[in-house]
Structure formats: structure tokens, C-alpha cells
């Protein structure tokens, strides 16, 4: 089927694929995919005038999606035959979703959630046909509540807007719903868990957005939406953190030990009264002007399994885990296998079911600042240069314990562990973080590279 109209002045025909539509604007030929296709938005009172609103892919280097628009004339009726059709075919040939809620956290990052919701996020979805039910959090917290209690069953999928708390906090209650309604015991680490299909989109508008650079390649409002409007979806890890035979938590993103754990629990509550100048303030303090703490730790590395040789022996098996007893200043883990800066994608290992995990030595304060300034880029050369003092591994599971060989006046802090940002105190100084690959589903359509920058 073809409809006959006029692009900036000129006649052209838009022709109706399987999987999009194919016109030519001047001499160019241009094919749009349904995924891409946002809405045809009626202009003028004649119906004579429509505005075809599309997603444009930006893939490299910024991997941005952007809303941009064709403005086509044509008979009213032509252009409503058209509006039709497409609106047929997106239903048919994509995923879009119906209808969302959008929770908002109206504090995050610069405070501007709420305006940035019903300006740019609400407006779009709109635009692409999708109903939304936003709901807004009225204090910290508040959306653990607001996800017990809010019937998901209405909805084909949930936005969040906000950083890296706001998602861990939402989703943590969801995985342990499904896990709940499932009959699975999400306590026991050697649970099977539930993936949990209900798709979650990721709106970055906190303060740390790890999980939207994550999943979108970048960190921007509109990727972010569009990707919302492909309705592709995609899997995504988690890690859950157990002590003392019960779980403390699932990480979405990062979790610590030692100085990061010290280093989040200042910025949270010893240092809260100096306002966002604590942000620099308290990392500038671990690395050059408190001690660095040691800890001496059994630590036990679980390795995956090799797959590929489909034979692996006892004994084989038995060396996939190996502990050590070190004294660590620090342990900073994420929840994926990320890839490496200086090599090129496309030389990248295929992604295995494996987190990366650092762990410390003690070191110079020169040396730890030079790192931590370094690492945001996670080169090889990089951590190949700071072998003397960062333990680097691909992991699939790892049990810290501290043993009783350390100061008893530092006890307490040794029971501190952080997930996602967020201070847990332990009840033993003996943890154990699980890997729990692709249970988490997000819109996206980004294939790019995993990086947190
Ligand atoms: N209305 C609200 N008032 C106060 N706190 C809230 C409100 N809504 C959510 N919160 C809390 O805000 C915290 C931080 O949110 P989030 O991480 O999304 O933003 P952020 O800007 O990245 O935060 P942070 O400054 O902690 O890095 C969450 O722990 C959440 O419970």
C-alpha cells in the first residue's frame, strides 16, 4: 500500500513495508522502521498538514536517540488513511507499550524530576500513543511502600525516574514479590531466582545514573524515553548480598567493602551537615587524610564454570573457587562483566555470566588517587600498571569474612557493606555476594558496549 504526498514541496510516494515505511525526501531514500516511528501528529484544522515524529539513532560515540520530525502535506483523507494504517502496523510489528506508571523521585540528582517529567517524558509518551500513571514520592523511602502496594497488573511496564537509589530501591521490592508469588525462598543464596519479566525503563535524572548508562550507553532524558518507545527489552544482572543466612539485599549496579563502605557511610551520616560539598569532601578525606584501614579477610573467589569443555572434573570444579586470607584496604564490586576501554568492541570476549570485582593492598595515597582517577576509564593498560596493589577478577560469587585477627575496636565498622550506595550494617562481618544473571528486564534497544562511563 503507498500514499501519495508532498514532502517540502515536492510529490513522493510513502510506501508501507513489512517493517516500516520507505520514502524519498529530495533525491535521498529514507527507510523508517515502526519501532522508530513515533506518531503522525495532525497539524492543521483541514487535516492537510501532518507532522511524522521519528527516533533518530546517533550510534557512535555518544549513542543518543533524538526526536526529530517531517512535516508532510497531502488530502485529509490520504494523510488520515495513512495516520491509520500506521497506527495498525506499530501495534502489529512492535512492542510499544500501552500503558505505564512513572514513578518520580522529585529530589534526585538536581531536584528537577517532577518538572523534567511533565515536560519532556510525559509529553513524548504521549505523542507515541502510551497512557502513563505518574506518582510521585513524597519523602525518602516512600516508594518501598508505594511498590508493596501498587497494582503492577494494570500496567504493561514501570519507569523510574531518578538515580541508581531510587531504581535499587524500586526494584529490590519487586524481585522480592516475584520471587514471593514464585514460592521462592530469596533468604537461601542457593536459590534459583525468577527472572522478572515485568520490563522497567530507567530515567536518569539523579544524581548517579549507573544503570541507565548501563543500559542505554549514555546518560540522557530523551535516550532514555525513546528507548521506552522501541519497547525492545533486554536482560540485565543483579547481585544479591547475603549474611548470616538471610539476604541483605540485591545491587542493581555496584556494592563495597572496607573503604567504600566507610567512605558511603561518612557522606550519609557523618558528614550529611555539610550538603553536597560532603560529596567532595569525604572521598578527598579517605584517600588523603584518614589512615587507610586494613582488614585481614578470608576472601573466596568463585569462578565460572568452563563451559565450553562440557567435562570439567571434581577436581576441576574444587579449583573454580579459591580463598586467600589477605589484609584489603578496600573491595569495590559491579554487577557486570564491563568492557574495557582500550580494546576495541567488536574484539570484545562474548559476555559470560560474571561480574568484575576489585580488591586492595595497601598503597600510596598518591597511588590510590592516581587509580581511582584512572579507573573511571577501565582500561587494561590501566589495571595492568596497579598490579602490585588492585586484585582484578571476573567472578561469579564471593564471600568476604573478616577474621578475628583484626582490631576489636574497628568491629563495628567492619560490619558496614554498601549496595548500590545504600549503608547496610551486617549482623556477622562475613559476607556473601552472589551473581544472579539476566534476572532483570529493562527497555532498551542499545547493543553498545557495557561501560560506566
Ligand atoms: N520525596 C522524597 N523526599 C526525600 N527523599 C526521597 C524522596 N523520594 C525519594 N527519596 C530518596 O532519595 C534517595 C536518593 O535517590 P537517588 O539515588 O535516586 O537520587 P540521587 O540524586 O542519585 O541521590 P544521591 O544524592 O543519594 O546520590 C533514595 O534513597 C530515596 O529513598
Not at 504526498?5 to 513495508?17: H, Y
Not at 573466596?300 to 586467600?324: F, W
Not at 548500590?420 to 555476594?433: A, F, K, M, R
Amino acid at each position: 500500500m503507498n500514499f501519495n504526498v508532498q514532502i517540502s514541496g515536492a510529490s513522493t510516494e510513502i510506501q508501507i513495508g513489512e517493517s516500516g515505511i520507505v520514502y524519498f525526501a529530495g533525491k535521498e531514500e529514507h527507510k523508517r522502521a515502526y519501532e522508530d516511528i513515533i506518531s503522525l501528529e495532525k497539524l492543521s484544522g483541514d487535516g492537510k498538514t501532518c507532522r511524522l515524529h521519528y527516533i533518530q539513532d546517533h550510534p557512535f560515540p555518544n549513542h543518543k536517540l533524538t526526536k526529530e520530525y517531517l512535516d508532510i502535506t497531502s488530502e485529509d483523507n490520504v494523510l488520515r488513511d495513512f495516520q491509520e494504517t500506521l497506527s495498525k502496523k506499530i501495534s502489529a510489528v512492535t512492542k510499544r507499550p500501552r500503558k505505564l506508571s512513572v514513578f518520580v523521585n522529585p529530589i534526585g540528582g538536581k531536584g528537577k524530576g517532577k518538572q523534567i517529567c511533565d515536560k519532556e517524558v510525559v509529553p513524548v509518551l504521549q505523542l507515541a500513543g502510551i497512557q502513563t500513571d505518574v506518582v510521585v514520592s513524597q519523602r525518602a523511602y516512600h516508594f518501598k511502600e508505594i511498590t508493596e502496594n501498587y497494582d503492577f497488573n494494570s500496567v504493561d511496564g514501570l519507569i523510574i525516574m531518578g538515580g541508581d537509589g531510587t531504581y535499587s530501591e524500586i526494584i529490590n521490592v519487586l524481585m522480592r514479590k516475584r520471587q514471593h508469588e514464585a514460592g521462592v525462598d530469596f533468604n537461601s543464596s542457593s536459590s534459583l531466582l525468577k527472572t522478572m519479566d515485568f520490563p522497567i525503563g530507567v530515567i536518569p535524572t539523579g544524581s548517579a545514573c549507573g544503570l541507565a548508562r548501563l543500559a542505554h550507553g549514555v546518560i540522557d532524558v530523551m535516550t532514555s524515553v525513546l528507548h521506552i518507545i522501541r519497547g525492545r527489552t533486554d536482560h540485565y544482572n543483579i547481585v544479591g548480598g547475603f549474611n548470616n543466612n538471610k539476604l541483605i539485599g540485591y545491587g542493581i549496579i555496584c556494592f563495597g567493602y572496607v573503604m567504600y563502605a566507610d567512605l558511603m557511610y561518612d557522606t550519609d551520616v557523618n558528614y550529611r551537615w555539610m550538603k553536597t560539598f560532603r560529596y567532595i569532601y569525604v572521598p578527598f578525606m579517605h584517600v588523603f587524610i584518614k589512615p587507610f584501614r586494613e582488614v585481614e579477610v578470608e576472601i573466596t573467589y568463585e569462578y565460572l564454570e568452563n563451559k565450553e569443555s562440557g567435562d570439567t572434573t571434581e577436581e576441576e570444579k574444587a579449583n573454580l573457587q579459591v580463598t586467600k586470607t589477605k589484609r584489603i584496604t578496600n573491595v569495590v564490586g559491579v554487577t557486570d562483566d564491563l568492557d574495557f576501554e582500550d580494546r576495541p568492541y567488536d574484539k570484545q570476549p562474548a559476555k559470560k555470566d560474571q561480574f568484575i570485582m576489585l580488591d586492595y593492598t595497601v598503597c600510596g595515597r598518591w597511588a590510590m588517587a592516581k587509580h581511582f582517577a584512572n579507573l573511571y576509564q577501565l582500561t587494561e593498560e590501566h589495571l595492568d600498571s596497579v598490579k602490585h596493589f588492585v586484585n582484578f577478577n571476573r567472578i561469579k560469587s564471593v564471600r568476604l569474612r573478616a577474621t578475628e585477627n583484626n582490631d576489636p575496636s574497628q568491629r563495628e565498622m567492619n560490619l558496614r557493606f554498601n549496595l548500590d550506595g545504600e549503608s547496610h550494617q551486617l549482623e556477622t562481618p562475613d559476607v556473601y555476594i552472589k551473581l544472579f544473571p539476566r534476572c532483570l528486564t529493562l527497555y532498551t534497544s542499545y547493543k553498545g558496549s557495557r561501560r560506566w562511563r
